[in-house]
């Protein structure tokens, strides 16, 4: 069992920088994959980044370039770095850790979430 919190949203410009947190209540080097998934009012929710226990990352094509994914296994925290944030980029944020294939992960344990919202 592990409690996911996330923080660090909030309301931005268009334009501007956010970075999310999202603190274990233990290691996450027990978990294959980290991820990052948003949803906004009305759609289905989407993969934005994952970052693998060797440190591999993937991202969405819509957020190549702005975000980056990254983790601190001593601190047992995963971090999303979001720059140059654009209005679509507002949703719900969560965190999640995944068990199982690294290509196709079970992502067993998930945040509360936290809102970023961006104004044009």
């Known amino acids: 069992q592990v409690q996911l919190v996330e923080s660090g949203g909030g309301l931005v410009q268009a334009g501007g920088s956010l970075r999310l947190s999202c603190a274990a209540s233990?290691?996450?080097?027990?978990?294959?994959?980290m991820a990052w998934y948003r949803q906004a009012p009305g759609k289905q929710r989407e993969l934005v980044a994952r970052i693998t226990n060797d440190g591999t990352t993937n991202y969405a094509d819509s957020v190549k370039g702005r975000f980056t994914v990254s983790r601190d296994n001593a601190k047992n925290t995963v971090y999303l770095q979001m720059n140059s944030l654009k209005p679509e980029d507002t949703a719900g944020y969560y965190c999640t850790a995944g068990i199982g294939a690294i290509a196709a992960p079970v992502f067993q344990y998930w945040g509360q979430g936290t809102q970023v919202t961006v104004s044009s």
């Open positions: 233990r290691s996450i080097l027990i978990f294959n994959v």
